[in-house]
């Protein structure tokens, strides 16, 4: 049965570039220009990346949290993949470093009995996934969400995901978004109306006023809680009403902790309960211009 009381969440705002002694940075700085290609420091940065976020949630678990968040591609592979595209050797990579994060993060959630939900770049069929994957604190892999909306860069080597799905958890309906899906009033939108109760958000590109406006609006218009895990800060849990309830400011390798109630009633104007009532009145007749494909070439 999901859970009834309040659940404690943290958002993770980890450093963005400087992980690791200095003796590493230059090797970071190639892997992030797409230029480290030899397999043993491919593997070196993804098991220093995995220690450093494995540092941040241990953190999380200390603070009491029943749920942590990690940014989008928290190993930073997508500069590799777009580098190397589609070979053996890029796949290979991309699969080792899924396994490890599932290893180490996985004995995270199993230490502290608590959920992780995290950024990583998987591959199927010769195609690469900007994915978010939630795990239990068993460590296992419950749900998982591949980004549907790609900006141009991402789009010219990564593969966008078919689907917007919800998840039930122990926690109850959980849903993931990712970075630039937030930008579209749509995939909001459509996961609150599949009935989720809290959305997880991993991204790369939370870092002006504008982004808070946008990721409040998206609360407020349906009322469910939303966390924001972001790379060096401006990571944030904002409440059903649209207001933050903790976050970080602008601080590398800090975290935002709050606790969440997913089953408060959330009235709003003429609604007494937003979630419940809200789409009684939705009017689908008229949305059709909604779901039409642009004719606009994207540029």
Known sequence: ???REPIMMAACAPRSIRIGGPSTYPATKRMLAGRLREPKQIALHVKRFCAHHVGMLRRAGAAGADV???????????PMVAAQGPTLRCRDAVRDAYDHYLAEVGAVCREYDMFVVG??????????YNTAVMLDPAGRAIASYDKTHLPVDEALCLTPGRELPVFDTPLGRVGMLICWDIVFPEPFSVLALKGAQIIFEPTFGHWRESDDMTARSRVFDWR???VVSMWGGCAGIIGADGEYLARTGRVGDSM????????AKQAWTKFTDTRIQKPRDRRPDLYGELVKRSRRRRR
Not at 68 to 77: M, Q
Request: glycine content about 2%.
């Open 1 to 3: 049965m999901p859970a």
């Open 68 to 78: 942590a968040v990690i940014p989008e591609d928290s190993l930073r592979l997508v």
């Open 119 to 128: 950024g990583v770049i998987t591959t199927r069929r010769r195609r690469y």
């Open 224 to 226: 469910v809680p939303l």
């Open 256 to 263: 935002a902790v709050a606790p969440v109630d997913l089953h």
